[in-house]
């Protein structure tokens, strides 16, 4: 009898042991369980709200409210490589704008690399303002060549009627003095300061083997003045 109470004892400390050991795995289980569903929550709450910034951002950019669009995507917490990928090309596209304005087209053409995101509405803003900035680089180009042909026909026009002016003052000289090129006379200006030249004058002999130095004079175009200076 001693026996089989003793035994009953066992037998029931042993199962209110196992009870207990069997409530703790579940209470754990539970925690884990719990736990687990928490990260998920917020996994999927930073997801949703990362593609909700990225869905705001397409529509900004759609508008042209390029900076909007970047402000958006950087209030999220833990964004996604998508995300991410949007606000580099993002930033790179405003900085792009900025030099593009300014007249800086080579910068602006370099900042434009290659689009990181998958955003249509990104490409489109990219291609637009590379378009500009390839415009206007010809444009600019075309100008200069403009300006550069220009200023070469000028320069010419001026050193030809310089010429011209200096031919012209060589004859008056010539036929004041009687130094005609037929009786074998030969002048060559040495210098000229404002309205005054200056002449070699030289006569070849009549076989026209030695042209001897007559002078050198000085002759003002203005008033008709010369002077023999040697």
């Known amino acids: 009898m001693q026996n089989r109470q003793l035994f009953n004892k066992v037998i029931t400390g042993s199962t209110a042991v196992l009870l207990a050991l069997t409530l703790a795995a579940c209470g754990h289980h539970d925690a884990v369980t719990t736990s687990s569903s928490s990260s998920s929550v917020r996994s999927a709450k930073t997801t949703s709200n990362g593609s909700k910034a ?10 042209e409210n390029y900076q909007a669009a970047y402000n958006r995507l950087n209030s999220v917490d833990n964004r996604s490589t998508q995300e991410d990928n949007l606000a ?3 930033q790179n596209y405003m900085s792009a ?16 690399k290659e689009q990181k995101s998958t955003s249509p509405a990104m490409r489109d803003a990219y291609s637009d303002l590379q378009d500009k900035v390839s415009k206007a ?10 300006i550069s042909k ?8 001026s050193q030809s009627s310089t010429d011209q002016t200096n031919d012209d003052v060589v004859v008056e000289f ?15 200006q040495t210098g000229k300061s404002g309205n005054t030249y200056k002449f070699e004058v030289r006569r070849s002999n009549d076989d026209n083997t030695v042209a001897n130095l007559v002078g050198i004079y000085q ?12």
């Open 174 to 188: 010539a036929n004041k003095m009687g130094f005609s090129g037929d009786k074998g006379y030969q002048i060559v």
């Open 219 to 230: 002759y003002n175009s203005q008033s008709g003045a010369v002077t023999k200076l040697s």
């Open 97 to 112: 704008r900025d030099s593009y304005k300014s007249g800086d087209y080579a910068t602006a053409s370099a900042t434009l």
């Open 54 to 63: 990225y869905r705001s951002a397409n529509k900004l950019i759609r508008n």
């Open 88 to 90: 580099t090309d993002l």
């Open 137 to 146: 680089q010809k444009e600019s180009a075309t100008s200069s060549q403009a």
């Open 150 to 157: 220009s200023s070469s026909s000028k320069t010419s026009a």
